[in-house]
C-alpha cells in the first residue's frame, strides 16, 4: 500500500530541511564558557582502589563567529597528579594536595588560543600557533573531540526517509515520522556514521533521547545554582554516543610483538587491550537547535594484570573527561589569534617528531591517509612517546648500564636488588632512540672496559631484543666480520629477525644481500638461523594481512611491504629456488633450511617450488619430499581449493613414499576438506595397502574429533568420517597423529598439544618424530615449543651396537666348526641366489626446533661427526694443558615474548601498555681435571660452578606525558630468581660415579629461589634506566585481602637447614596449590600450571644455610651379575674383581701424586701378606677359616679399602676427611657386589642387578653428620619351568639426632609356576598352575629388635576361569582351526591364554599395631576410601588378634576379561569389601596373569598389537608370516629356509623339511648350528623322540635328578674350580637336561622341551625364539635388529602385509606362494616344486618385478587448479 505525503509531513519535512542551515549548536556571536576537566588513572581496581594518574582543569572560552569558526582558549589551566588510594569517579577528591605548578612555557602554549572551522558543526579543520608541539596539539584536540557532536546526519537521515517514503534502517526515529505521519517528542532517535576524534575515524553510533520531566526539574535546578546557560522554557534530552574502535578507517594506535600471534586487535578479550569509548552529552532545545549543557566522557583501556593470559584482574587504564557550560553570552571581547599558524585537517591524534616537536610524524598520504615517514637504516626511529633527555646522554648511561649489569648479574644479592631482568628491558628502550652512530660508539666504548667480552656480548643480545633498523644494520656488520658467529651468534641473528620492528624494504634489501654472502653460507647455524627467522619475519610484516597490520606498526608508517615487493619477487624468491636447487648437490641440511623457508614465505612463487620438490625433481629423499608436503600448510591455508586435490592426489597413490602420503594426510584439514572428503579418506582404511597409513589416517581423524584448537566444523566432520574407519587395532609401532586439547579456565587458554611419529618398513625406531604445543587465547596465540626430530639409518646403528656389544661380552674365538658353519649358510644362500637386503649405513638424524618465533635446525651428519672427530682429536692432543683447567663464563640477556602499544586518550595524553617477559642468565664454571685421571674409563675432576638466573613477567601501562616526564602508570611485576653456586668434585670410575659438594667461599646470602609477584603504581622518571618497579615513586599495591606469613625449616634434620618463607596475599597457597587438576592431562597441567595465576601480592623465598656441612657426597654405584647353575658361583660381569687392579684403583683414590700410587701398593700388598697376584695363593696365607673362593674375594676386597685407609691417614694426616670418604667410596662398590652376589645365591641361577646410592653430609672435623645409603638389587631367574623374580634391597639411615642408626631391609620374591605343556591348553588346564609373593621388611634401629611387615600371598586359578577357558568363543573357535591342523591361530593362542592364566590371589597382610596408629597410615587409609568410595563397603566382624600385631587376610579376584576386580580384606575387627572396581581398557590382556609369558612381554604386546615379538606360524599347509600374511603353502622334504637374516652378515637363519612323520630344524646363530629333529608322539613317547644336535653333535638326555647325581658324585669331597668342571663337562659331554634351560655358546642361546613335544630354541642375544614339535614350527622375533631384512617363508619383517613375501631375488611375484618357492633347496633328492607351478615360477622370476616407489606427477595437477581458480576468480 501506498503512503500519501500529507501536508503535516510536508511541513516537518520543510523544518528539517531548513535546519539543514543550521550552525550545528553553536549559535554565531555568542561565548560560551566551560569548565572542562580531564584526568587519566591507571590501577588494578579489583585489588584496590589505588591508581596513578594526572588531572588537567581549565575554564573553556568559545566563541563562535559567523564565519563557521570556533575561537577556543583554556584559561586558569591547573594541573594534578596522584599515586595513592582514591575512588576512580571521585573527581572532586582528585589530588587535592598534589596540585602542580605547570612549567610557564607549557602553561602559555596550552592557553594559547586556537581556532576550529566546521560545517553545520561537522569539523573541518584547525588552526594553531605554529610554534607549539604536537603534544599540547594533541591536548586540545582532545578538548576539540568532546565538543565535537556529528547531530546533523540526524537531520539528514530524517529527511531521507520521509522523502523517499520507506523505513530506514538505523534511523528509528525517521522510520517513525515515515509510517505514522506523526513525529513524537519522545520518540528515541539511534544513527551510526564515521566520526572522527582524537582516537581516528571510527563507526560511532549516537542514541538520542528525551529526559523525564523529572530529571529535567533536576538538571535546570542545578544549573540555576552554578550557572547561566539560558535553557529556560527548553526541554533537555541526552545524546549517548559510542564508538567502535574495532571498525575504524584510521586509528593511530602502534603495536608490535613477538614471540606470540596477535589474531585480532581493539576490543575482545581481557587478555589482550581492549579499547571503548562512551560520551554522555546533555543538550537542551531540539535536536536542530542545540546548546551543550554537559558533557561526560569516559575512554576505558583495560588489559589483564597477567600479560598474555585472561584474569579476573584487570589492568585498568581510564580517561575521564567532563566539559560543562558554565555560561553563555554575547561576544563582548573576541580571542585574539596568532599571525603564524598550523593548520590540522584531522581531529586524530598525531605523534611528534621529537620531544616538544612542533611537526607531527605524519608525512606520506596513502589515498585519505597520512602516515609517517618510514624509518631508515642509519638515523634512530622516532620514540612515539618522545623523552627529554637527549641521545647523548642516554647513550652514556646506555653504556654505564650495561657495565652496572654485567657486574651485578655475577652478584646473588646485586643481581636480586637490582632486578637486572628488568633493567635489561629498560636498556633496550632505550636503545630504542639510538642511531647507529651512536651505537657504534656504545660498542667502541664497552670494548675498552674491564669486562668487554661479557659486555660486548650483551650489548649483542640488547641489539638483538631492540630491533630497530640501526640496531640490525650493526649485527649484519658483526656478522660479516665474523664477531657474531657459530652458535650463541645464531641465537643473536635469530632473535633480532624476530624483534624487528619496521621491516622496510631498505632493510630486507639488507638481510638478503647479508644472505648471500659467505660468512653466512658457509656456517651452518648462521645460515638456518638467517633464512628461516629472514622468511618468517617476511611472511609475518609483508605476505600474511592479519599478522602484518596487527603485529607491526602499519596505523603509524603504513604497510612496509607485501607479497609484490620487488626485493621479495625479485631478489628473494629466485635466491632460495636457486639454493634449494643447488643443495641437492651439497647436503640434506642445506635442503632442509631452504625447504623450510619456502614454507615460511608461503607465496605462489614458494608453493610451486615446493610441488617440484614433493614431485622428487630434486631427488628422492623421503624427509625433503615429505618435508615439502608440511610447508605446503601456510599455501593451503591461503588458498584451500588450490592444493586440496594435490594432497587427495598424494594420500590415494599406493605406489607413493609412505613418508609423503603421511605428511599430505596431515596437511589435508587445512585444505578446506568437506564432509565427503573426510569420509572419502576414511572408506580408504578399508583397502588401504599399507598398515602405517591406514594408522595414520584413523588416529588423525581421531585427533580432529577431539581437538579444541580449531572450529567445530572439523569435529563434526571428522566425527561423521571416523565411524567410517575400518575397526582395526594398531600397536604403537604404527604411525599415529596424537593431540590433546585442554581448556584452561583460569588463563582462558586453550592448550593443544601434537604429538606424530612416522614409522617405516626400514626401522622399528620412528623415522620422524614432531612435536606441537600451543596456547591459543581468545585473542593471541603462542606456539612455546614445535619441534621435529627426524632419523635415518638407525637400523645401522643399532647393528653397529651389537657388534660394539658383541666385542665386549662375547670375546671367544671363533672355532672351525663355526667357520664351517658360515661356509654352509653361505654357500646355500648363494645357492638359492638370495640377494642381500643392505642396510642403509648412511646415519644421520636431523633436528628443527621452534620456539616462540626462534627457528633452528640441527643435523647429526657426516659433516657434524667430522667436525666433532677433529675437536676430540684436537682436545686428545692437547690434554696435557687441561691440566690446568678450564673456565667458561656465559651471559645471556633474552626477552622471550612480548608486546607493545601505544594509543591515544580522549584526554588527549598518549597511553601505552607493555608486556615483557626478560631473563638473564649468568654461569661460571671452573672444571680442574686431576692428573692422575685416565681418560675415558676413570675421570676425576674438581669443579666450581655459579649460576644466576633472573625471570620476569612484565605487565605495565599508563600515560607519558612531557609535562612531568614520567610515566603515571600501575602494574604487575612478576619474577622468579634463582641461584646455584657449587663447588666440588666429581668422579667416574669403572661403575661408580661420585659428587662431592663442597661449602662455598661465598660470603653472600645462600638465597636458593625466589619467586614473587607485586602490583605497584608509579610516577616514575621516564629518563632514567631503571625499572619502574625500583622507582622512589613506586608504590606496592596492597589488596583487599589480607596478608598472610608463614615460614617452614625444612631438612634441618639432615643438616641442611633450608628455610621457606611465604609472605602472600593470595589464596589457597600452599605445596598443592599449583598442582595439576584431575580432569587436566598432566603434561598439560604440569607445563602450565603457572604460579603466576593472580596479580595479588606473593612472595616465596627458599634460603639455605647448612652452617654445620662442610661436605656433601653422593655416590653411585651400578654392578651386575650372573650364575650358570645352582652347582657353580656367582660371577659379577661388572665391575669385575681383581686383585692386582683394586690395590691399583684403591691406591689411585687415596694417592696425590702419581710417585706416591707405588707406595701405596707396596703398604696394601705387605700388609696382606706379600706380592699376591693369585687367590689360592692369598687363601693359604690368610689361613682355613676361608671356606671358599667366594668369601676369600669378599675378605680380600675388605682387606683392600681398611689398608688403603691407613696408608691415606698416615701420608694424608692434614685431609683425614678425605680418607674417610674414600674407604666409604669402597666399601659401597664391595657391598655392591655382595648384594649382587647375595641375590643370585637366592636365586640360584640367573641374572642380577644392583644399585648402590649414598649420600653424606660431613662437617669440617670429617665428621658424619648425616648419611643415608641403599642398596636395590633385582634379580630374576632363568628357568623353563617357574619364573621367579626377587628385588633385595637395604636402606640405613645415620644421623647425629637418632641414638642407632635406622635400616629397613626388605626381600620380596614373586614366584609363577609355569606350565609344562606349551601347546596343548587341554594339558595346561590340567596342570596344577600356582603363583606366590612374599615380602619380608624390617626395619628399626641397629642393634635393637626390628619391626616387621610380611606379606604372603598366593596366586591361583579359580574354577570359573578354568570353566570359561573351556567354553568361551575363542575356544569354540579355536576347535575349528584344531579340525584343520591348526592350533597356532591368533584365536587359538587367546585360547591358550586363558588356560594358563591366573586369576585368585589369596594371603595375609601382617602389621605391626603401633604403625597403624601413626597419622601416615590414617590418612593413607582415608585417601584409598576417598578414592574407592563407590566400590568400598565395611562391616564391623569379631576377629581376634594379638595385641602387637595386626593381621589382615586377603581374598581378591579379576574378571575373565581382565576390566574389573575384586577384593576383600578381613583384619582390625572389619570386613572391608570392593567390588566391581573398573579396571578399564588399560588392563584387558594384560589380566588374569598369564603363566606362560612374563608380564613385561604381555605388556608390549598389547602396546604393540602382538608385534613384539612378532609371531611366524607354519602348520597345516599355511603360512602366517610375521606381518599376518596368510597363504597356502605345503612343506615337503625339500629344506625350506623359513626365517634368515639376508643382510650380508647372516647372523640368524631357521629352516625345516619333513619326511613322513618327522621335521628337521636347523637353526644358525653367529656360526653355532642347532638341529632339532622331532618325531610323531606315540603309546611309547607321548611327547615323540626328539634329537637335538650342536655343531654336529648329539646331546645326551638326562633327567634333572641325574644331572644333580652326577654333579655331586664327581665333585665330593673335592676343591676344585667349578667353572673348569662345567667347561670341561660341556666339551666331553655335551648334555641336555629334561626340562631345563640348557644354555650353551656363553649363555648367549638355549634349548629347552615341554612334555606335549614342543621343543624351545632361543637366541637371548638377536631375540630370535624357535619353537616346534613334529608338524608345525613357530617363529618369534622382535623387529628391532631384523626389520626388513628378514627374508624366507615368513615375509620381512618390516609390519606390513602388501608386498610382504618377495622371493630370494627380492621379486614380487602373483602369489605368495611362488615367491616361496625360491626359498626351497632342491637337492636332487627332494620332491622340488610341483610340476604345475615350476613354469610359471620361472617366468615370475626370470622377469623379477621390483617394489618401487613412483612420486605423484602433482605439477600439472597444480597449473591445472590455477587455471581453473584464474576462471572463477579473474
Not at 155 to 165: D, E, L, T
Request: aromatic share 8%; net charge neutral; charged share 25%.
Amino acid at each position: 500500500m501506498r503512503i500519501l505525503v500529507s501536508p503535516a509531513i510536508l511541513a516537518l519535512l520543510g523544518v528539517v530541511a531548513a535546519s539543514s542551515i543550521q550552525t550545528g549548536g553553536w549559535k554565531p556571536e555568542q561565548e560560551f564558557i566551560f569548565k572542562y576537566t580531564t584526568q587519566v588513572l591507571t590501577g588494578i581496581p579489583e585489588l584496590n582502589d589505588q591508581f596513578s594518574g594526572i588531572r588537567l582543569s581549565s575554564d573553556v572560552r568559545v566563541q563562535s563567529l559567523s564565519d563557521s569558526s570556533l575561537r577556543i582558549r583554556l584559561e586558569n589551566t591547573k594541573f594534578n597528579l596522584h599515586n595513592d588510594q582514591l575512588q576512580q569517579d571521585n573527581l572532586q577528591d582528585f589530588g587535592k594536595h598534589l596540585e602542580q605548578n605547570l612549567p610557564s612555557e607549557m602553561k602559555k602554549w596550552l592557553e594559547t588560543s586556537f581556532t576550529v572551522y566546521h560545517k553545520r558543526g561537522h569539523f573541518e579543520k584547525m588552526e594553531i600557533q605554529d610554534s607549539e608541539p604536537e603534544f599540547i596539539v594533541n591536548l586540545k584536540k582532545g578538548l576539540m573531540s568532546h565538543l565535537h557532536f556529528e547531530l546533523r546526519d540526524s537531520s539528514f537521515s530524517r529527511a531521507q526517509a520521509v522523502a523517499q517514503n520507506h523505513v530506514q534502517s538505523n534511523y528509528s526515529r525517521a522510520q517513525a515520522v515515515a509510517q505514522n505521519h506523526v513525529q513524537s517528542k519522545d520518540q528515541a532517535l539511534t544513527f551510526m556514521v564515521m566520526e572522527e576524534s582524537i582516537l581516528g575515524n571510527c563507526e560511532t553510533s549516537y542514541s538520542i533521547n528525551p529526559l523525564p520531566l523529572d530529571l529535567q526539574n533536576i538538571i535546570k535546578q542545578e544549573e540555576q545554582h552554578g550557572s547561566d546557560v539560558s535553557c529556560q522554557d527548553l526541554e533537555y534530552f541526552e545524546v549517548i554516543k559510542s564508538r567502535n574502535l574495532d571498525n575504524c578507517l584510521k586509528q593511530p594506535v602502534y603495536h608490535k610483538t613477538f614471540g606470540t600471534w596477535s589474531r585480532s586487535e581493539g576490543a575482545g578479550s581481557s587478555s589482550q587491550s581492549s579499547h571503548s569509548s562512551v560520551s554522555r552529552a546533555i543538550m537542551c532545545g531540539t535536536i536542530d537547535n542545540y546548546r551543550m549543557v554537559k558533557v561526560t566522557s569516559q575512554n576505558k583501556i583495560i588489559s589483564s594484570a597477567l600479560g598474555d593470559k585472561a584474569s579476573s584482574e584487570i589492568l585498568e587504564l581510564t580517561s575521564t573527561s567532563i566539559l560543562h557550560l558554565q555560561s553563555v553570552k554575547d561576544i563582548s571581547d573576541k580571542i585574539e589569534t596568532s599571525s603564524s599558524i598550523k593548520t590540522y585537517t584531522t581531529l586524530s591524534y598525531e605523534y611528534g617528531k621529537g620531544y616538544l616537536s612542533g611537526e607531527p610524524l605524519s608525512g606520506v598520504r596513502n589515498g585519505s591517509i597520512i602516515f609517517a615517514d618510514q624509518p631508515d637504516m642509519t638515523t634512530a626511529p622516532q620514540h612515539l612517546l618522545p623523552r627529554s633527555i637527549p641521545a647523548v646522554e642516554v647513550k652514556e648511561k646506555v653504556i654505564q648500564s650495561i657495565l652496572d649489569l654485567v657486574r651485578d648479574g655475577k652478584k646473588i644479592n646485586q643481581n636480586l636488588e637490582k632486578d637486572i631482568a628488568g633493567v635489561s628491558t629498560v636498556i633496550s628502550r632505550s636503545i630504542h632512540i639510538l642511531g647507529y652512530a651512536e651505537l657504534r660508539d656504545v660498542e667502541s666504548t664497552l670494548r675498552r672496559e674491564h669486562d668487554s667480552k661479557l659486555s660486548i656480548e650483551i650489548f649483542y643480545d640488547l641489539l638483538a631484543i631492540t630491533g630497530t633498523n640501526p640496531c640490525i644494520k650493526l649485527i649484519k656488520e658483526r656478522v660479516l666480520d665474523g664477531e657474531i658467529s657459530g652458535e650463541t651468534g645464531s641465537w643473536i641473528i635469530s632473535n633480532a629477525l624476530r624483534s624487528i620492528k619496521y621491516p622496510t624494504e631498505e632493510l630486507l634489501q639488507e638481510l638478503v644481500e647479508l644472505l648471500m654472502t659467505r660468512q653466512v653460507q658457509d656456517s651452518r647455524p648462521s645460515q638456518s638461523s638467517l633464512v628461516l627467522g629472514l622468511t618468517e619475519m617476511v611472511y609475518k610484516a609483508c605476505i600474511n594481512p592479519v599478522s602484518s597490520r596487527n603485529e607491526f606498526p602499519t596505523k603509524i608508517y603504513g604497510q612496509f611491504c607485501n607479497k609484490d615487493s620487488k626485493i621479495i619477487k625479485d631478489q628473494l624468491e629466485p635466491l632460495l629456488v636457486n639454493k634449494m636447487r643447488d643443495s641437492r648437490n651439497r647436503n640434506k641440511h642445506s635442503a632442509l633450511v631452504y625447504v623450510n623457508a619456502l614454507g615460511n614465505l608461503g607465496t605462489e612463487t614458494a608453493g610451486q617450488e615446493l610441488v617440484n620438490v614433493v614431485e622428487g625433481r630434486f631427488g628422492p629423499s623421503p624427509l625433503i619430499r615429505s618435508l615439502a608436503v608440511y610447508r605446503l600448510i601456510r599455501n593451503a591455508k591461503g588458498n584451500p581449493a588450490l592444493y586440496k586435490t594435490i594432497f587427495q592426489a598424494l594420500i590415494e597413490n599406493p605406489s607413493e613414499n609412505t613418508e609423503v602420503r603421511i605428511a599430505a594426510i596431515t596437511a589435508f584439514p587445512y585444505s578446506q576438506p568437506s564432509t565427503s572428503d573426510y569420509q572419502r579418506l576414511a572408506i580408504r582404511t578399508w583397502f588401504e595397502p599399507t598398515n602405517q597409513v591406514s594408522s595414520y589416517i584413523y588416529s588423525a581423524l581421531k585427533a580432529l574429533k577431539n581437538n579444541l584448537r580449531g572450529p567445530n566444523e572439523f569435529s563434526r566432520k571428522a566425527t561423521i568420517a571416523l565411524t567410517l574407519c575400518k575397526p582395526s587395532a594398531y600397536g604403537i609401532q604404527t604411525s599415529r597423529n596424537v593431540q590433546v586439547s585442554q581448556f584452561l579456565e583460569s588463563f582462558k587458554h586453550i592448550i593443544h598439544q601434537n604429538i606424530q611419529w612416522v614409522s617405516s618398513e626400514e626401522s622399528f625406531i620412528p623415522k620422524s618424530i614432531y612435536s606441537r604445543m600451543e596456547m591459543r587465547g581468545i585473542d593471541n596465540s603462542a606456539v612455546p615449543l614445535e619441534a621435529h626430530l627426524y632419523i635415518h639409518g638407525a637400523q645401522y646403528v643399532i647393528d653397529q651396537l651389537y657388534e660394539m656389544y658383541s666385542g665386549r661380552f662375547d670375546r671367544q674365538d671363533t672355532t672351525q666348526e663355526q667357520n664351517n658353519n658360515f661356509r654352509e649358510l653361505r654357500e646355500r644362500s648363494s645357492r638359492l641366489q638370495i640377494e642381500p637386503r643392505y642396510v642403509d649405513n648412511n646415519a644421520e638424524a636431523h633436528f628443527t626446533l621452534k620456539t616462540l618465533g626462534l627457528q633452528k635446525i640441527y643435523s647429526l651428519d657426516a659433516e657434524f661427526i667430522r667436525t666433532i672427530k677433529e675437536d676430540l682429536e684436537s682436545l686428545l692432543r692437547n690434554r696435557h694443558d687441561l691440566t690446568n683447567g678450564i673456565s667458561k663464563e656465559y651471559f645471556k640477556v633474552h626477552d622471550w615474548s612480548g608486546s607493545d602499544t601505544v594509543f591515544p586518550t580522549e584526554s588527549g595524553f598518549p597511553a601505552y601498555i607493555t608486556r615483557r617477559n626478560p631473563s638473564v642468565l649468568y654461569t661460571r664454571i671452573n672444571v680442574v681435571p686431576k692428573a692422575t685421571s685416565s681418560f675415558p674409563s676413570n675421570m676425576e675432576f674438581n669443579f666450581e660452578l655459579k649460576t644466576i638466573l633472573n625471570y620476569k613477567q612484565e605487565v605495565q601501562g599508563g600515560i607519558i606525558t612531557p609535562i612531568t616526564d614520567q610515566a603515571h602508570a600501575a602494574g604487575a611485576d612478576y619474577s622468579v630468581f634463582a641461584s646455584l653456586p657449587l663447588k666440588g668434585k666429581v668422579s667416574l670410575q669403572e661403575g661408580q660415579a661420585s659428587l662431592t659438594v663442597l661449602k662455598t667461599n661465598d660470603t653472600e646470602d645462600k638465597l636458593i629461589l625466589q619467586s614473587s609477584v607485586t602490583p605497584f603504581t608509579t610516577s616514575c622518571t621516564i629518563n632514567k634506566i631503571r625499572p619502574a618497579i625500583k622507582s622512589s615513586s613506586s608504590k606496592f599495591v596492597k589488596s583487599r585481602t589480607p596478608e598472610k606469613q608463614e615460614s617452614y625449616n625444612l631438612l634441618r634434620s639432615l643438616g641442611l637447614n633450608l628455610k621457606v618463607q611465604v609472605q602472600t596475599e593470595q589464596e589457597n597457597v600452599g605445596p598443592l596449590a599449583f598442582a595439576p587438576k584431575k580432569s587436566s592431562p598432566f603434561l598439560i597441567s604440569s607445563l602450565f600450571s603457572s604460579p603466576f595465576k593472580s596479580a595479588k601480592r606473593h612472595m616465596i623465598r627458599l634460603e639455605g644455610n647448612p652452617s654445620e656441612v662442610e661436605a656433601a657426597t653422593f655416590n653411585v654405584n651400578i654392578g651386575f651379575g650372573t650364575k650358570e647353575s645352582k652347582h657353580e658361583k656367582s660371577h659379577m660381569s661388572y665391575p669385575i674383581f681383581e686383585f692386582a687392579s683394586e690395590v691399583e684403583r684403591v691406591c689411585k683414590k687415596n694417592a696425590q701424586e702419581e710417585n706416591e700410587i707405588s707406595s701405596c701398593k707396596e703398604f696394601i700388598l705387605h700388609k696382606l701378606g706379600g706380592e699376591i697376584i693369585d687367590l689360592n695363593i692369598l687363601r693359604s696365607n690368610m689361613g682355613e677359616k676361608l671356606i671358599n673362593q667366594q668369601s676369600q674375594e669378599v675378605a680380600v676386597e675388605k682387606q683392600i679399602c681398611r689398608e688403603g685407609k691407613h696408608w691415606c691417614d698416615e701420608n694424608r694426616q692434614s685431609e683425614m676427611n678425605i680418607c674417610f670418604e674414600n674407604l666409604m667410596l669402597c666399601n659401597q662398590r664391595r657391598e655392591n657386589r655382595d648384594t649382587t652376589r647375595e641375590t643370585l645365591k637366592h636365586l640360584k641361577k640367573g641374572n642380577a642387578v644392583t644399585v648402590s646410592l649414598s649420600a653424606t653430609l660431613r662437617e669440617s672435623q670429617g665428621r658424619n653428620l648425616r648419611r643415608f645409603t641403599t642398596h636395590i638389587s633385582l634379580g630374576q631367574k632363568r628357568s623353563n619351568k617357574t619364573e621367579e623374580i626377587q628385588v633385595r634391597g637395604e636402606l640405613i639411615q645415620e644421623s647425629p639426632s637418632l641414638r642407632q642408626p635406622f635400616e629397613v631391609k626388605y626381600l620380596y620374591s614373586s614366584i609363577i609356576q609355569k606350565p609344562k605343556h606349551y601347546w596343548n591348553s587341554n594339558e595346561v588346564l590340567n596342570e596344577d598352575l600356582t603363583g606366590k609373593i612374599v615380602l619380608n621388611s624390617h626395619y628399626g634401629f641397629q642393634g635393637e629388635e626390628k619391626d616387621i611387615i610380611n606379606v604372603d600371598f598366593d596366586l591361583g586359578r579359580s574354577e570359573s576361569l578354568k570353566h570359561f577357558a573351556q567354553n568361551s568363543e575363542e575356544v569354540k573357535q579355536c576347535e575349528k582351526d584344531l579340525g584343520e591342523g591348526r592350533t597356532l591361530t591368533t584365536v587359538c593362542k587367546q585360547a591358550k591364554r586363558q588356560a594358563d592364566s591366573l586369576d585368585i590371589i589369596s594371603g595375609t597382610l601382617s602389621i605391626p599395631r603401633k604403625l597403624s596408629q601413626t597419622q601416615m597410615y590414617i590418612s593413607l587409609g582415608k585417601g584409598i576410601k576417598g578414592f574407592l568410595f563407590p566400590f568400598i563397603s565395611e562391616k564391623q566382624i569379631d576377629h581376634v588378634e594379638s595385641n602387637d600385631r595386626i593381621d589382615f587376610k586377603v581374598e581378591g579376584s579379576i574378571s575373565n576379561s581382565g576390566e574389573e576386580a575384586t577384593l576383600q580384606l578381613k583384619g582390625n575387627n572389619v570386613e572391608t569389601e570392593l567390588k566391581g572396581i573398573h579396571l578399564g581398557s588399560l588392563t584387558k590382556g594384560l589380566y588374569p596373569l598369564s603363566t606362560k609369558h612374563s608380564f613385561l612381554n604381555e605388556f608390549l604386546q598389547k602396546m604393540t598389537n602382538h608385534a613384539s615379538p612378532s609371531s611366524c606360524r607354519i602348520e597345516g599347509g599355511k603360512v602366517t608370516s610375521f606381518d599376518q600374511l596368510e597363504y597356502e603353502y605345503e612343506l615337503n622334504d625339500c629344506e625350506h629356509i623359513v626365517f634368515q637374516d639376508c643382510s650380508e652378515d647372516q647372523r640368524v637363519s631357521v629352516s625345516t623339511k619333513r619326511r613322513l612323520s618327522k621335521q628337521h630344524v636347523t637353526i644358525f646363530v653367529d656360526g653355532n648350528k642347532y638341529e632339532v629333529e622331532t618325531d610323531k608322539p606315540d603309546r611309547y613317547l607321548p611327547s615323540g623322540k626328539t634329537i637335538l644336535r650342536v655343531n654336529g653333535e648329539e646331546m645326551v638326555w638326562r633327567r634333572q635328578d641325574e644331572a644333580d647325581g652326577q654333579f655331586l658324585s664327581e665333585n665330593k669331597n673335592r676343591q676344585v674350580n667349578t667353572n673348569e668342571i662345567s667347561r670341561s663337562q660341556q666339551k666331553n659331554d655335551l648334555q641336555y637336561i629334561d626340562g631345563e634351560e640348557n644354555y650353551l655358546n656363553n649363555g648367549q642361546n638355549y634349548i629347552t622341551n615341554f612334555k606335549d613335544g614342543v621343543v624351545k630354541v632361543t637366541s637371548l642375544k638377536y631375540g630370535v625364539t624357535v619353537l616346534v614339535d613334529h608338524e608345525r614350527i613357530e617363529i618369534l622375533s622382535y623387529q628391532h635388529l631384523f626389520r626388513n631384512t628378514a627374508c624366507g617363508l615368513c615375509g620381512d619383517l618390516n609390519g606390513e602385509k602388501s608386498a610382504d613375501m618377495k622371493s630370494s631375488k627380492m621379486c614380487l611375484m602373483s602369489k605368495p606362494k611362488l615367491a616361496g618357492f625360491s626359498y626351497m633347496i632342491e637337492d636332487g633328492n627332494c620332491q622340488g616344486i610341483p610340476t604345475e607351478h615350476r613354469t610359471r615360477f620361472n617366468k615370475e622370476q626370470s622377469k623379477c618385478e621390483k617394489k618401487s616407489e613412483i612420486p605423484t606427477k602433482i605439477s600439472q595437477l597444480l597449473k591445472y587448479n590455477q587455471m581453473q581458480n584464474k576462471k572463477t576468480n579473474p
